[in-house]
């Protein structure tokens, strides 16, 4: 039986698609079966950011309702061996289909793949609670802004009080130099505001939206430093110890990520 992660965050605009498409291709990378759901009914783009839109037949409400067969609505990525894709429904609302369906649908996928990688919409409503439904572990992704850390420790408190434990944190699009100059949150305070084990961080880098925008996930370019990023990610899901990647060279820095892999 495979395992099924939920890539959420509360608020929008913080990578979470970028990041459920390139834990996914990371993880296919890594030589393991893989199919990406996406959730966010009437707003999908992991199609998009996956270079797959106009191979859609079928989709998540169709295999709801009865429609066609799971397998008939999953989109193999020709440029992997084991790496699909169910997409949401562009013009359906996220109430049409409901958290047991979602669950039941998450489940058959556990008994084929590995590794299921759901992406959630953004937002605390019926979207969120059909993602997290067939959900065993959680991926808070948030950036360095006060708006969106006080949206994900609101998305944390939720994943608490569901079946979900132990959520992992992903910092995104990360600037160094702002950090440095007090302009943008610094990792250590925001591990301290949320109080999740970090499982990665990941660089501002300008080849994330150039790959978007051509239908090629980041972490297929070897020049991008966000690619390294998120193939380390991928490599402590599958239960590889490796050390966080140290943007300005500074030992000592992220204690509890530290903690939580063994490294002190």
Known sequence: MGEAIVVTSGKGGVGKTTTSANLGTALALLGRKVCMVDTDIGLR??????????RIIYDLCDVADGRCRLNQALVKDKRFEELYM???AQTKDKNAVSPEQVRDIVLELKKEFEYVIIDCPAGIEQGFKNAIAGADQAIVVTTPENAAVRDADRIIGLLENSHIESPKLVINRIRQNMVKSGEMLDIDEIIQVLAIDLIGIVPDDEHVIKAANSGEPTVMNPDSRAAIAYRNIARRIVGDTVP?????GKPGMFKRMKKFFGMG
């Open 45 to 54: 783009n992991l199609d998009v950011v996956m270079g797959l839109e106009n």
């Open 244 to 248: 966080l990647m140290l943007l300005d």
């Open 86 to 88: 169910l997409p949401a």
